[in-house]
């Protein structure tokens, strides 16, 4: 009589950056995962990578490919860890050879918000007075905020969230533009003083969904994180992953988008503008959700016709004179 003895299932290794957020994000996706897979084991592995080493300088000089990502994915392909948990607007819409984004999760609100220092909570972004000085390290907020409020002055902020809040407290800055997810998933959900509608600012790409990131080969890990997928999400964000990529588009350019899933209709706009303000181009287009990617492809070939590439080049190009 043979017996056959089970091998105990391997420790699936989490990869996270080692920010506050990340590490939040990244422990919520393990307790789901728990939650699903009792008898298993999730392990947290930090890394710090190139975009959490420099604080000093604008992330549109530093160049944005991999920013926040490379030294994760070379974690998985060394087969150091298993998978990545990224905000996904942080991920590169083309993916190193070998790896795939595995999962997206269920999204928290993607808008942005205005944050205001002690003296203003009387007023909205509208009312602020000539000269108020905005922190914002996104050129997306940038260009879309000095199109509509020329008035305004901006100024670049970086470090994570509490050295950001703190600056403004201090009163280096009359208010600050933070993503409404950030502030809620570390529970500040009260410094929130004005959600700033699509008129005004159109989101990130991806900005508010979880990404997570893994080899494709990896058929165990690909099935465990469907466990934790948000079809209606993952489609809006394949949408806009789509039209990034066809503008050619990387994190760090002004390229604002909005998705709306009603039944199985998904309705995607999208701008691309200068980062003086001076110039924008919008449009909207419509059609089922399984079409997704193409939706983001078509609409990204209808901005193209009214000079959003040519508003792209110019600020690259700005970019690389500085």
Not at 35 to 60: N, W, Y
Not at 218 to 242: F, G, K, M, W
Request: with cysteine; hydrophobic share 40%.
């Amino acid at each position: 009589m043979t017996s056959t003895v089970t091998s105990p299932a391997r420790t699936i290794r989490i990869g996270s950056r080692k920010s506050q957020l990340a590490l939040i994000q990244t422990y919520w996706v393990q307790e789901q995962l728990k939650k699903h897979f009792p008898d298993r084991e999730f392990e947290v592995q930090t890394m710090s990578t190139h975009g959490d080493k420099i604080l000093d300088v604008a992330l549109s000089k530093i160049g944005d490919k991999g920013l926040f990502t490379k030294e994760l994915e070379l974690g998985m392909l060394r087969d150091e860890i298993d998978f990545a948990v990224h905000s996904l607007k942080d991920l590169p819409t083309r993916l190193p050879e070998g790896l795939v984004l595995g999962c997206v999760t269920e999204r928290e609100n993607p808008a942005d918000a205005l944050v205001m220092h002690q003296k203003h909570l009387d007023k909205q972004i509208e009312t602020l007075p000539e000269g108020s000085i905005i922190g914002t390290s996104s050129l997306r907020r940038l260009a879309q905020l000095r199109y509509h409020f020329p008035h305004l002055s901006f100024k670049d902020v970086r470090g994570n969230l509490n050295t950001r809040l703190a600056k403004l407290d201090a009163g280096d800055y009359d208010a600050l533009i933070l993503a409404v997810a950030g502030l809620k998933r570390l529970d500040m959900s009260d410094r929130i003083h004005q959600i700033l509608p699509p008129e005004i600012s159109l989101h990130a790409v991806g900005q508010g969904a979880l990404g997570i990131e893994c080899r494709e080969d990896d058929q165990e890990v690909l099935e465990l994180l469907n466990a934790i997928a948000h079809p209606p999400t993952a489609q809006r964000c394949y949408a806009e992953r789509s039209l990034l990529r066809a503008l050619e588009g990387g994190c760090q350019v002004p390229i604002g988008v909005d998705t709306q899933l009603e039944g199985n209709t998904l309705t995607l706009t999208a701008i691309v503008a200068s980062v003086d303000g001076q110039k924008l181009v919008k449009d909207t287009i419509q059609g089922e959700q399984s079409q997704a990617e193409n939706l983001g492809l078509e609409l990204a070939e209808q901005l193209k016709k009214q000079g959003a590439q040519e508003i792209l080049a110019e600020i690259l190009a700005q970019i690389e004179r500085e």
